[in-house]
């Protein structure tokens, strides 16, 4: 059973061009959703958590700029902007804040960006 | 904060051989270690967990890994692989510390048939 959708599932991205990324929780059961970055050599780093409807936060990394909005109960999205080398967000969700409770994550299938 | 290592970036056996995915970690409180499985071109998916209780947990397809606090470590292994578990394989930790959970660089099995 899916319980995340992301698009797009990848994406050309003119060097200096910002590119927006969606993802559906399916599952109301799972409302802790999550950005993971994986870069060029597979390694995972968390980005961000939001839980409420109308949270933002942003952050900036080496290689690229990060604004995430939790839209909806069932909606996040992730802006991606001044991104200099390819990586791929994958969206995550779980029953509770996994930081302290060790609840299983459950990914998406990933938005792979292609910096072009 | 809450550290994890995969020694082994690459691991290559045969198909029906056994194989071990190791991982260690740093915390000195209590954690919960998972590992997790990435197909390519997919999203990772969860293979078991570690909390409490029995070190030995049983995940799906006949993987299983054991947790030993005098070893730092929760290393995976299955008795006899098959072609399709060819992926790589990522240890997480998480600590009762309001840190995100922490993923190991990955270990990629290749499976030779």
């Known amino acids: 059973v899916t319980l995340l959708e992301q698009n797009p599932r990848w994406r050309l991205v003119p060097r200096g061009q910002a590119v927006n990324l969606r993802c559906i929780l399916k599952n109301s059961q799972y409302p802790w959703m999550s950005w993971y970055q994986q870069d060029l050599q597979k390694q995972l780093q968390w980005l961000f958590t939001?839980?409420?409807?109308?949270?933002?936060?942003v952050k900036s990394l080496p290689g690229a700029d990060y604004l995430a909005t939790r839209v909806t109960d069932t909606e996040l999205r992730l802006q991606v902007a001044n991104m200099s080398q390819g990586r791929t967000l994958y969206c995550t969700c779980?029953?509770?804040?996994?930081?302290?409770?060790?609840?299983?994550?459950?990914f998406g299938e990933g938005s792979r960006l292609i910096v072009v | 904060t809450q550290t994890v290592s995969q020694s082994d970036a690459h691991v290559t056996v045969f198909e029906g051989d056994s194989v071990e995915l190791r991982c260690n970690y740093s915390?000195?409180?209590?954690?919960?270690l998972s590992w997790y499985i990435q197909h390519h071109g997919h999203g990772l998916q969860f293979l078991l967990k570690?909390?409490?209780?029995?070190?030995v947990v049983q995940g799906v397809n006949g993987f299983e890994a054991e947790f030993s606090k005098s070893d730092s470590s929760f290393h995976l292994r299955k008795a006899s692989v098959h072609w399709s578990d060819s992926a790589v394989y990522f240890c997480a930790v998480s600590a009762n510390n309001n840190n995100a959970p922490r993923f190991g660089a990955g270990t990629k099995l290749s499976v030779k048939p």
């Open positions: 915390y000195g409180g209590s954690i919960y």
């Open positions: 779980s029953a509770t804040w996994a930081g302290n409770s060790g609840n299983t994550l459950y």
């Open positions: 570690y909390y409490s209780g029995n070190p």
């Open positions: 939001l839980r409420s409807p109308g949270d933002k936060e």
